[in-house]
């Protein structure tokens, strides 16, 4: 169990409420789940796009939209109460159509609802299915008495909060387990993807919400949910995500439901001191749009390996290869989506490409590189410039 830890740093909801509660990186339990470990168990769960251009087929993914490189398990009981001092509530509402349509190149395949030729980033009129729901966890068993997980996909209120009530209930899967998830039986250990299938289409336009709930009524036994930031190169997370999809109740101080990106970081004088460091839960969701969407699979021409160095300092370049000769636009935008310049705008042949960016007179942070060739959809990566 996470315990309270006396530290002269608070949770602020809003600028309203504040509480002394445990803070993550003086925490001795914290645990650090890297990059690629997220991005390996991702790319698992792998599906090839549909032929027909009546449906298209997605994964919508906040976390990895929102280009998160910081990632922390987070002890979560759904019977967690006052004297727990920990999370016991995690949600995360559908409320975008922004992700990517290959696990295993995020980046390379990032797609968003303007890419699907989508009027919205949710519009009404358009019906989609919930194909899969995938939640990453971790999860020891030291009692051998059983451990109850239900997924549940509920109702949102009209201010996107999930619905709480059973009332609000559209499915649920409930599943129990007598031995740990995690391969080592260790909350500490091994991430583990749950998985499920409901195929469920809600109306045209309704926004839901996913939540795991899961109960261990005598708190031996511990599951853990992880969480996604962008890391701002001290361990802790660099912004609010651009996304507020995520959801949670962190008791005794937290006991109604708040957005992850409302919650901030200040000190006994009332100066903010970073953002939560739990800004998306990592949840997934391969997603079926059931409306003609007008897209072409744009991503075969263009392939966009990397940018070399990042973090970048003074000059940077950007390495990326056609198949068949077009057009090719970059553009530069800040983490937010503010466009900052052209960087590039010609014709190029099939073949490997090496484009040099000076970023000295960029200040520090995190920026977005858009590469678009020909009529494809863009392909977006992230790059840091720190001096």
């Known amino acids: 169990m996470?315990?309270?830890?006396?530290?002269?740093?608070?949770?602020?909801?809003?600028?309203?409420?504040?509480?002394?509660?445990?803070?993550?990186?003086?925490?001795?339990?914290?645990?650090?789940?890297?990059?690629?470990?997220?991005?390996?168990?991702?790319?698992?769960?792998?599906?090839?796009?549909?032929?027909?251009?009546?449906?298209?087929?997605?994964?919508?993914?906040?976390?990895?939209?929102?280009?998160?490189?910081?990632?922390?398990?987070?002890?979560?009981?759904?019977?967690?109460?006052?004297?727990?001092?920990?999370?016991?509530?995690?949600?995360?509402?559908?409320?975008?159509?922004?992700?990517?349509?290959?696990?295993?190149?995020?980046?390379?395949?990032?797609?968003?609802?303007?890419?699907?030729?989508?009027?919205?980033?949710?519009?009404?009129?358009v019906s989609y299915t919930i194909d899969s729901i995938f939640v990453a966890i971790t999860h020891e068993n030291n009692t051998s008495n059983l451990d109850y997980l239900e997924m549940r996909i509920v109702k949102t209120t009209t201010s996107g909060a999930p619905n709480t009530t059973p009332t609000g209930i559209l499915w649920s899967q409930k599943d129990s387990t007598d031995v740990g998830l995690s391969p080592e039986n260790d909350w500490l250990g091994s991430l583990v993807v749950l998985g499920y299938g409901p195929e469920y289409t809600p109306a045209p336009g309704q926004k839901v919400a996913t939540t795991l709930i899961y109960t261990n009524t005598d708190k031996l036994d511990t599951l853990s949910i992880l969480s996604g930031a962008v890391d701002d190169g001290t361990g802790a997370a660099y912004a609010a995500s651009i996304y507020a999809t995520s959801w949670l109740k962190y008791p005794p101080f937290l006991t109604q439901l708040y957005q992850n990106v409302d919650i901030v970081y200040v000190d006994n004088q009332g100066n903010q001191t970073g953002v939560f460091d739990a800004q998306n839960w990592i949840y997934w969701y391969r997603v079926t749009i059931n409306t003609v969407v007008g897209i072409a699979d744009n991503f075969d021409n263009l392939k966009v390996t990397g940018i070399t160095p990042n973090p970048a300092s003074g000059k940077t370049n950007i390495l990326y290869g056609l198949k068949e000769a077009t057009n090719v636009n970059m553009d530069l935008y800040d983490i937010s989506g503010r466009f900052i310049s052209h960087l590039y705008d010609g014709n190029d042949g099939a073949g490997s490409y090496i484009r040099n960016l000076d970023v000295s007179n960029l200040s520090n942070g995190t920026y977005l590189v858009s590469t678009t060739a020909g009529e494809g959809s863009p392909v977006v990566s992230r790059m840091v410039v720190s001096h």
Do not use: C
Request: proline share 4%.
């Open 2 to 125: 996470k315990q309270a830890i006396t530290l002269s740093l608070f949770l602020v909801i809003t600028g309203v409420l504040s509480a002394q509660i445990p803070y993550k990186n003086a925490s001795p339990d914290a645990r650090v789940i890297s990059k690629e470990q997220v991005m390996k168990a991702k790319a698992k769960m792998n599906v090839h796009n549909s032929d027909t251009r009546d449906i298209y087929e997605m994964y919508v993914d906040y976390s990895a939209a929102n280009f998160d490189d910081l990632f922390y398990v987070w002890q979560f009981n759904s019977g967690y109460t006052n004297a727990d001092t920990a999370l016991n509530y995690n949600a995360v509402e559908i409320n975008n159509f922004v992700g990517y349509t290959d696990p295993a190149d995020p980046i390379g395949s990032y797609i968003d609802w303007y890419n699907l030729g989508l009027d919205d980033s949710f519009p009404s009129n």
